[in-house]
């Protein structure tokens, strides 16, 4: 039974940073290294609908990160004219459901920050003509746009260049993020935004209190707009203590986040960083070690995508009705961007 519902519902994963690994190839490589490397994980956990992200690495900050953004973003636009057969670049709402009726995977672009851009806003339309349609505005730190939430001691809401870009995403129809953004900026966000907004990866601050985690006033928030929250799958943001970075843990976190925005406004966001540090040499990510998080823990069986299966398994041993599940483990998503990106 969890097998064949997971094969008949759309499934969501809204962060996958897999563009990291794929483009790190020579360019000659990209499309081959995908299909050998992370389609059949795909297959096997059965995504139907993924945000490719770009994120840019402490590495190539300041001076490499638009030429970074570029190359990702010609990575993941190489990738799918490479796999014709078996994944679709979509840009809006019907590109996503012909990739479905076919078979394929529905691929959507994502930035996430965007250090390549700054606080040149004219830049968000260049970004949209190349295919992106998701995108935040600051990670950890603090960005020319908005303060992340490592960074919430400021009490700091977004620039007039971070205004600027929300009202920039909003007219061209690209879907607003907040992961990652500080609690003043998230509340300014929720303040100025005029259409739904959405979390990628953000899991219950109720239950792990981490600054990464949303709080049960934010998650309400969210779902207000009409949004979704994607719960992130990143154990050290699920518990505190590793004994305790269990499926049981994440499921905790997604029975929460129901009951508190809803049933229709939560999906997966899971952030699989395990596999994609494996992939990279040398491995990304190193700021988190000093941020007192080891990147590399991971709940057993859900180091990538491939282990998605067990997540419907888990709600539906929960007493989950079926409906339920499937709204959680795409559906939502699905309804979400058909709505946002039609």
Known sequence: MTLSLHQ?????????????????????????????????????????????????????????????????IECAHVLAEGNPDHVRLCLDASDIDRALDEG????????????GLDASVELIPT???????????????????????????????LTSAGIAALQEMERLGIVFDISHLGASGVAHVLELATRPVMATHSSARALRDHHRN????????????????????????????EDDMTLDR???????????????????????IREVMDDLTPPCCEDLYTRGVNPKQAIPGLEGPAGLPMVTQGLLARGLPEKDVMQIIGGNVHRFFGQLLS
């Open 250 to 272: 994440l499921l905790d976190h997604i029975e929460h986040i129901v009951s508190v925005a809803g049933i229709d406004h939560v999906g997966l966001g899971p952030d699989f």
């Open 8 to 72: 008949r519902a759309v499934v969501a994963d809204t962060h996958n940073d897999l563009l990291m690994a794929v483009s790190a190839r020579p360019p000659r490589q990209w499309a081959t290294f995908f299909r050998e490397r992370w389609l059949p994980q795909l297959r096997d956990g059965g995504v139907d609908l993924q945000v490719l992200p770009v994120f840019i690495d402490d590495q190539y900050l300041p001076e490499g990160a638009l030429r970074q953004t570029l190359r990702m």
């Open 214 to 241: 949303l709080t049960d006033d934010q998650l309400r928030a969210v779902a207000a707009t009409g949004g979704v929250i994607c719960v992130n799958f990143f154990a050290p943001f699920l518990a505190e203590h």
């Open 104 to 115: 394929k995977i529905a691929l959507v672009l994502a930035m996430e920050s965007m250090p």
């Open 127 to 157: 970004m949209h003509r190349l295919g992106v349609r998701v995108a935040s505005i600051a990670h950890f730190g603090r960005t020319q746009l908005a303060d992340g939430s490592g960074e919430d001691a400021t009490g700091s809401g």
